[in-house]
């Protein structure tokens, strides 16, 4: 959906981390990556139901993050855009690191 991208990115950056969008393989240099999926469903807005982010180091996964609202958790952060959403998972990836 539109602002995804953009909201992913300017959270990441956020925690301090140069960022770069790309398609195919990583770019030269490119010692860490992200892969994302995001589906969205439209329930009067559209509205994320589920997202998925993956930290990589090269080959190796060192980060998960998910979002499913068909966990009772997920109730309280509702319809609509998904920087909250969103900024959970950025939260466990970034924070600490």
């Known amino acids: 959906m539109d602002g995804f991208l953009p909201e992913l990115k300017s959270q990441i950056t956020g925690y301090g981390?140069?960022?770069q969008l790309?398609?195919?393989y990583n770019p030269d240099g490119c010692r860490y990556w992200l892969s994302y999926t995001a589906n969205w469903r439209f329930?009067?807005?559209p509205?994320?139901?589920y997202a998925e982010l993956k930290l990589f180091d090269q080959t190796t996964l060192i980060g998960y993050a998910e979002f499913?609202?068909?966990?009772?958790?997920w109730a309280h952060y509702g319809l609509?855009?998904?920087?909250k959403k969103l900024r959970?998972?950025?939260e466990a990836l970034f924070a600490k690191k």
């Open 17 to 19: 981390i140069k960022t």
């Open 22 to 24: 790309w398609s195919g």
């Open 43 to 45: 329930d009067f807005v």
């Open 47 to 49: 509205n994320m139901v």
């Open 68 to 73: 499913d609202d068909k966990e009772p958790a």
């Open 80 to 83: 609509g855009r998904a920087d």
């Open 88 to 90: 959970y998972l950025t």
